[in-house]
């Protein structure tokens, strides 16, 4: 059984950077598809990024640009380098394992992910 950790978040204001870290434990990450979601308060929860075992990317509309994800196989670790952050972006931030090597969307709901973490506070103040 594997298991995705996340590490990284805080408190940081608006225009600021924080990057999630996620150490995946019990598998390798290098032949799937993995993700990061957010989840806030009363919203929906929302896909972030993606990124393929192949190396591509998606990412949601509203962090283009400013969120970048990558992993390093080497270290079996996914990361989320985030700019510019907006009081909006504020949510818990989850780690996740598509269970497949291309994603053509972001994964978010469980029926699409094989593992995922415990998820990591963001919070960005105005």
């Known amino acids: 059984q594997g298991q995705p950790v996340e590490s990284g978040g805080g408190s940081v204001q608006a225009g600021g950077s924080l990057r999630l870290s996620c150490a995946a434990f019990?598998?390798?990450?290098?032949?799937?598809?993995m993700a990061w979601f957010r989840q806030a308060p009363g919203k929906a929860r929302e896909g972030v990024a993606a990124?393929?075992?192949?190396?591509?990317?998606i990412y949601a509309d509203s962090v283009k640009g400013r969120f970048t994800i990558s992993k390093d196989n080497t270290k079996n670790t996914l990361a989320l380098q985030m700019n510019s952050l907006k009081p909006e972006d504020t949510a818990m931030y989850y780690c996740?394992?598509?269970?497949?090597?291309?994603?053509?969307?972001?994964?978010?709901?469980?029926?699409?992910?094989?593992?995922w973490g415990q998820g990591t506070q963001v919070t960005v103040s105005s």
């Open positions: 996740a394992d598509a269970g497949v090597g291309r994603c053509w969307t972001i994964p978010k709901f469980v029926r699409d992910l094989r593992y």
């Open positions: 019990g598998y390798t990450i290098s032949s799937y598809c």
């Open positions: 990124i393929s075992a192949d190396g591509s990317t």
